[in-house]
């Protein structure tokens, strides 16, 4: 019955997607003085079908609805209630479900918008590519990747789904109890916020690149689309920053050694195309300053949203082996297929109007701000380069020659780290470039005082009793990034308190809200640094050690004393938890009392690490737990991190920049002439 | 204090706290302690999913983390140690792929496609159109 409305509202999903091409297109051409009725009910479908088809899988899984395949395969009753819910996106079909469920909702903001606007063709032909995109997703959703197939036969004793059938109104059997979740996806909450946020982002990138195709197929150019672009591209990117930290803050809470970023092939494919994204919310304001770029625009929209689907591809049809990789299936040739497509449609339909919407290429000197931002794009669009060369390389050598090779984290951090420096110089002096053409007394005058504060900030370090250079240059980016920004607030704010008279302060709030999207580009830029400065210290600085124990042993590590008092096992309705209490005293303060343990889940043999963490400001203790025996003899993994909690504020500043420059936009921005309006990056 | 000799004072000033950092820089850190694990990321580990044999905690990743720890300790060098995984393994063991072989074009494309962009930028201000006389913005506007 469950699976029966769920593919039903995959189904009525389908049939309005493609409704919303035809229509969407049809509008675009016909262009009525008001077509919003035109789009109201495949819109409307659209969504109602997506909720449908997500509210069914979760009443299926919380009602532990074995008959459904998937919820016989992913969830158990003993699963806890927020274990349940995210089972809905711990697996392939149900992954695309939440997937479909988020393209909807972006198809829905979108037209909202488009109807404020009156006639509005450009919104008319992005909610038509909008729509080809959502059939796809949910024409697979309605064959090969369908979630609510139904079970037609059980594993011995009635677990599981051994067979399942693709109409969910054929005959089925339940079983009485469900595999539940893989134990790597049930041991954290996180699991629960990471995939919805990361999945935000990811499909977000469609709206820019419907826009950007919208466009072409109009032949538009000029600042209209750019603007709309830009700013569903910047909603999309403070998601998809955010659910990346998540997704960093859940390995670092649960895979046990401390990592937080592995390069790992799906952690590639979310940051691919972030890095494009960054670079298109950069080079965008070049276009809205200067009247150039416009081509290379379109090419960065198209390729971010390319990676979004080669990402997919790579990580859900079993052609890498990584830890977020499911199950081969037969999704893969489909996401080929459709890659190519996009990829021939959108390159082609590019190359018949490039001639139409490119810019003649005027750069009065590259010693500017669009030379700075020129050289951010070539970076971050190596950098992109870079991961997918190292990502898809294996399989390139693999294909050609047979050969297998290895391409990992020694790889992508040789070449991350010089790229990154490059990227964080351009970063920190960029913003302060004038535009055109720069003298050098200019700059110089804006960066010599930030400069000094940078170099101050790294002197104390050195005093501290750091040499390593990475963490050294890092501390120097740290504190020349941060000065900038408060000497340009305060330059800004003091001239127009000097005019108007006010106070300083309620000058400088009113100057960030004046140009949201520089001043939130400002703090993104600082909490990059101290990302930068973060990671530095956690990859140079971090200690790491193991200790073998029985109960009353204690252990220095790192300025702490540890003593193991006692092992414990607990029964729980969905794991056994073999743990070990251990005491951490730093001198003769007790400063935690922590309890790592090895998760052993019902469902499967293999055991999961839960590691127990204090943290505090100057840095982690982590502690997990390597072995365990019955007779209470443990071997523990030591870690201390220093100042860790500076790679998740960086981040989250990060975040919050854009988020900054998100919300506090202009509304009702009419497009004025691009020479005045101050637009900053 | 006259004009000239703050800014000769705020120079020297500036170049001293550089030159604390740089030497800071180039006495460096002693990292000795991380030898094992430096090579253990460089391997990876055979029975995992993408991890190196210094980040999983399986029991295969422990004892090659083992045989590097006593080759260190025995006093072999990086490259001996390198090769006796890539002996035993093949060298689909290694993460930190060689600049040499199969996967010398992994090394060499980053740099072409670097070259290629600055050519391309370069280009772009050749291009341009006749130069027109920079425009400076008046004081502090951006």
């Excluded at chain 1, 419907?210 to 689309?225: H, K, V, Y």
């Excluded at chain 1, 750019?226 to 998540?246: D, E, K, M, P």
């Excluded at chain 1, 000058?507 to 703090?523: H, I, S, V």
């Excluded at chain 2, 300790?73 to 600049?99: C, H, K, M, N, V």
């Amino acid at each position: 019955m469950i699976a029966t409305v769920g593919f039903l509202g995959v189904v009525a999903a389908a049939v309005s997607s493609a409704a919303l091409a035809v229509r969407g297109f049809h509008a675009s051409a016909a262009g009525e003085r008001d077509t919003s009725h035109w789009l109201r009910y495949p819109v409307l479908g659209l969504v109602v079908g997506a909720a449908v088809a997500m509210i069914a899988l979760e009443a299926g899984l919380l009602a532990d609805d074995f008959s459904i395949a998937y919820v016989a395969n992913n969830s158990a009753t003993t699963t806890p209630f927020l274990y349940k819910v995210a089972s809905a996106w711990a697996a392939l079909e149900g992954s695309l479900v939440l997937w479909g469920l988020v393209l909807a909702l972006f198809v829905l903001s979108v037209w909202v918008g488009r109807a404020r606007r009156g006639e509005d063709r450009l919104g008319a032909a992005a909610l038509g590519f909008l729509g080809v995109v959502s059939l796809f997703v949910f024409v697979i959703l309605a064959t090969i990747s369908n979630a609510f197939e139904v079970c037609t036969a059980t594993y011995q004793g009635g677990i599981g789904c051994a067979r399942s059938a693709a109409l969910p109104w054929s005959a089925s059997v339940a079983g009485v109890e469900g595999f539940g979740p893989n134990p790597l996806l049930q041991n954290h909450p996180l699991m629960a916020l990471h995939p919805p946020t990361l999945y935000v982002g990811y499909v977000g990138l469609t709206v820019p690149f419907a826009f950007a195709m919208a466009a072409l197929l109009r032949a538009e150019s000029g600042d209209g689309w750019l603007r709309r672009t830009r700013s569903w591209t910047r909603i999309a990117w403070v998601f998809l920053t955010l659910g990346i930290v998540l997704g960093g803050l859940w390995s670092y809470e649960v895979l046990g050694w401390g990592g937080y970023w592995a390069w790992d092939p799906v952690e590639n494919a979310s940051f691919m195309p972030w890095l494009l994204a960054t670079a298109f919310l950069h080079s965008a304001a070049v276009q809205l300053r200067r009247g150039v770029l416009q081509s290379w625009n379109f090419v960065l929209v198209i390729a971010a949203f390319a990676l979004t689907i080669l990402g997919t591809f790579l990580t859900r049809s079993g052609v890498i082996v990584s830890v977020h990789s499911f199950t081969q299936s037969a999704i893969g040739p489909a996401l080929l297929w459709f890659l190519m497509i996009v990829l021939v449609g959108s390159l082609g339909l590019f190359a018949m109007r490039a001639h139409l919407v490119s810019s003649s290429p005027r750069l009065d000197s590259l010693f500017s701000r669009e030379g700075a931002i020129l050289v951010n794009n070539l970076l971050l669009a190596l950098f992109a380069f870079v991961v997918i060369l190292g990502t898809l390389y294996p399989l390139i050598v693999e294909a050609v020659s047979g050969d297998t090779v290895g391409v990992g984290r020694p790889f992508f951090d040789r070449v991350a780290v010089p790229l990154s420096f490059a990227l964080i110089l351009a970063m920190a002096v960029g913003p302060f470039v004038p535009y055109r053409a720069a003298r050098p007394g200019v700059v110089w005058q804006r960066i010599r005082h930030p400069l000094r504060a940078g170099l101050v900030a790294a002197v104390a370090v050195v005093l501290l009793g750091r040499r390593n250079g990475w963490i050294l240059l890092a501390t120097f980016f740290a504190g020349f990034v941060v000065a900038l920004a408060i000497r340009q607030l305060w330059v800004t704010a003091r001239a127009a308190a000097a005019k108007a008279g006010g106070s300083i302060v309620v000058e400088a709030g009113r100057a960030m809200r004046r140009d949201p999207a520089y001043w939130g580009g400002q703090l993104s830029h600082m909490g990059v640094a101290f990302l930068a400065l973060g990671i530095a210290l956690s990859a140079n600085s971090a200690v790491r050690g193991t200790v073998e124990m029985t109960p009353g042993d204690s252990a220095s590590f790192a300025g702490h004393e540890v003593a193991y008092t006692a092992p414990f096992i607990r029964d729980l309705p969905n794991k056994t938890a073999f743990g070990a209490t251990v005491e951490v005293r730093r001198g003769s303060e007790l400063v935690a009392v922590l309890e790592p343990r090895l998760n052993q889940y019902a469902s499967s043999r293999q055991t999961v690490a839960s590691p127990a963490v204090d943290s505090g400001w100057r840095g982690d203790f982590y502690v997990a737990l390597a072995s365990w025996d019955e007779d209470g003899a443990i071997a523990l993994d030591l870690y201390w991190f220093p100042w860790i909690w500076l790679v998740w504020a960086g981040a989250f500043t990060t975040a919050i920049g854009g988020a900054f420059a998100w919300l506090m936009r202009r509304r009702n921005a009419a497009p004025r002439p691009a020479p005045q309006e101050a637009v900053g990056v | 204090m006259s004009e000239a000799v703050r800014r000769w004072l705020a120079g020297v000033i500036t170049v001293a706290l550089a030159a604390v950092v740089v030497a800071a820089m180039i006495i460096g850190e002693d990292t000795a302690q991380d030898r094992v694990l430096a090579l253990g990321t460089r391997i990876k580990c055979p029975v995992c999913q993408g991890e190196s044999i210094a980040e999983s905690p399986s029991e295969t990743s422990t004892a090659m983390l083992a045989v590097v720890a006593e080759k260190v300790a025995a006093g072999e060098s990086d490259a001996q140690i390198i090769d006796y995984f890539t002996d035993r393994y093949g060298s689909g063991i290694l993460l930190d792929p060689p600049f040499r072989g199969r996967t010398l074009a992994l090394w060499l494309t980053p740099l072409l496609a670097l070259a290629g962009g600055v050519a391309l930028i370069l280009g772009l201000r050749r291009r341009r159109v006749a130069p027109r006389a920079p425009v400076e913005p008046a004081g502090e506007e951006r």
